[in-house]
């Protein structure tokens, strides 16, 4: 694994007040059924007892918490009300809060790549995912987000099977001063990737982006495809790809786990973006993926600006779920 960046070689971080602020908007829908539906719950000024708790734990299934977090968040309550530590709805509150936290602090692990200047060959990131899910647009991102830390980018435009991805890839590189390889639609898949991972070599390039195909995750061929993809880049670099990216659309919901587990299987991923929290009330599969499969979550998508691919924090996830301010 890639040893810790220089933070100094790092772009300078957004304030935090104004991250929390982009997520809050970002997961409107999803706080209405969270955070608003337990408000309602609270503001009638009833007492708390074990009727309230399955009401809570009504609210957190239908926000896609997940059935396991959610049965271990209930039982807590439970405890808490038979030794009287649930005093009122902010107690309540608080002790989710808790479990959700510490539920994604252990994936909320950042991608960390070595300062430029100690990178000996490019250090390759493998986007992967299903169509649709904004693989493209997240690979333009996180160039973006490279080229402002000072790596050298390239970009591999591995989707062949759709004219426009090769077309959006060159659209971005140009956009960002990165240049792309890529070949004819139609071309292999794998060929790609291997000529921009030995032209990245060539050049003494930093960073390597490598698309591919929109593979649906229940398509076993498919799956073996990017699986070459994976092979092919080991022959220059048996260390390559140094980070496996699986980009998810938040409004799949639970279809979301699904995906994270067969991509899981066929590529070993190393860290997901999270993309379209904006308008979805689905985004508490983040929860479940966490819980089962322990994938990093490097990445969430707050907004369709270039710089909105922000560093995932469990605090302020959870915080911009519930609608709580900094330090509350």
């Not at 649906?216 to 990216?245: C, Y």
């Not at 322990?294 to 600006?305: L, W």
Request: proline content about 5%; some cysteine.
């Amino acid at each position: 694994m890639p040893t810790a960046a220089d933070p100094s070689d790092r772009p300078e971080a957004p304030p935090r007040s104004g991250i929390l602020g982009r997520l809050r908007t970002a997961l409107r829908r999803t706080r209405e059924n969270l955070a608003s539906g337990l408000a309602e719950l609270f503001s009638r000024g009833r007492k708390i007892d074990a009727a309230l708790i399955d009401e809570v734990e009504e609210i957190l299934l239908g926000s896609d918490v997940g059935v396991d977090l959610t049965d271990v968040m209930v039982a807590d309550l439970h405890e808490r009300l038979k030794r009287n530590r649930l005093a009122d709805g902010s107690a309540v509150l608080e002790a989710l809060r808790e479990h959700m936290v510490q539920a994604l602090e252990p994936v909320a692990r950042h991608c960390e790549v070595p300062p430029p200047a100690a990178l000996k060959r490019p250090f390759v990131v493998l986007v992967v995912g299903v169509n649709g899910v904004g693989k493209t647009t997240t690979i333009g991102k996180l160039a973006h987000r490279y080229r402002a830390g000072g790596y050298s980018v390239m970009l591999a435009a591995g989707d062949t099977f759709r004219a426009a991805a090769i077309d959006q890839i060159k659209v971005w590189g140009e956009r960002n001063g990165a240049p792309v390889i890529a070949q004819q639609p139609g071309a292999d898949s794998a060929a790609v990737v291997f000529d921009a991972l030995q032209a990245a070599t060539a050049r003494s390039t930093n960073v390597l982006i490598a698309d591919t195909a929109g593979r649906l995750h229940t398509k076993t061929g498919l799956m073996d495809e990017l699986a070459k993809v994976r092979r092919v880049l080991g022959r220059i670099d048996p260390g390559a790809p140094h980070e496996t990216l699986l980009v998810l659309d938040a409004t799949t919901g639970q279809n979301g786990l699904a995906q994270a587990r067969r991509f899981t299987e066929a590529v070993r991923v190393t860290g997901l973006a999270v993309t379209k929290l904006d308008g979805t009330a689905r985004a508490g599969v983040l929860f479940a993926i966490a819980r089962e499969l322990a994938i990093p979550i490097r990445y969430v998508g707050v907004g369709e600006g270039i710089d909105d691919l922000r560093d995932f924090v469990a605090a302020d996830f959870v915080d911009a779920l519930l609608a709580r301010a900094p330090g509350e």
